[in-house]
């Protein structure tokens, strides 16, 4: 499969304080890459480098085909950003940030068909009316993944995606991450877990201190 991200010289300074050494490396199409590494290693640093959502002391970021720091827009539709800690419109119920992400991206197309199997299969579907404030950080991170996969993308970004799950959530996760990979997506995930390491990773890569090599 071809190179969906590619990843060259990107690093991250504060004043002299090196929070992501220069660092190469690509996610292929139908592979699932792991970053593992202690805390204040960099893992999140690097991911919000790779977002645009923190702006690299040097390097560049290509997504599909696209520079992310001069085609961003582009990138944005083929690459998705889920957080440990997803954000939410106050004024939007979960079902309401589901329609505003199909309508945002073009595939209102049998939404609610998808949307009520995307909250059913997570188990918030009882809880489409409420504000996502109102979710426990469980349901708040599944809400985070119904809205990632509610819309068409090639690239997938997780940071510790299992952290506020329970193991039904965990088993229906890898079983969601193994379908997408099936189909060609790209997929780089954050975890501590040992589990989900030897469950998804078709490649691993470990960081200390900024500084990232291959496992």
């Known amino acids: 499969m071809p190179s969906h991200l590619i990843v060259h010289e990107l690093s991250k300074k504060y004043d002299s304080f090196v929070a992501l050494a220069p660092t190469n490396f690509e996610l ?3 592979e699932i890459s792991i970053l593992s590494g202690p ?6 640093t690097l991911l ?6 923190v702006p690299p002391s040097s390097g560049t970021v290509e997504v599909m085909g696209y520079d992310l720091y001069r085609d961003e827009v582009d990138v944005r539709r083929c690459m998705i950003f889920v957080p440990d800690v997803p954000r939410f419109y106050l004024e939007l119920t979960a079902w309401e940030h589901l329609r505003f992400i199909a309508l945002a991206n073009g595939v209102e197309k049998d939404f ?6 995307l909250m059913k299969k997570y188990g918030i579907w009882e809880a489409k009316d409420l504000f996502p404030h109102h979710y426990s950080r469980g349901m708040r991170l599944k809400l985070g993944l119904a809205l990632a996969l509610i819309r ?5 970004l997780l940071d510790e995606p299992t952290s506020a799950l329970d193991e039904e ?5 890898v079983e969601e991450l193994r379908g997408l990979r099936n189909a060609g997506t790209a997929i780089l995930l954050t975890t501590h877990d040992p589990g989900l390491i030897d469950q998804l990773a078709d490649r ?3 960081i200390r201190n900024g500084e990232i090599r291959a496992a």
């Open 39 to 44: 805390n204040g290693s960099g893992k999140t």
């Open 204 to 206: 691993r890569l470990l």
């Open 169 to 173: 959530g965990v088993s229906m996760l």
């Open 48 to 53: 919000s480098c790779l977002t645009g959502l």
């Open 112 to 117: 609610e068909q998808k949307a009520e199997r």
């Open 152 to 156: 068409p993308f090639e690239v997938l």
């Open 28 to 30: 292929m199409g139908g």
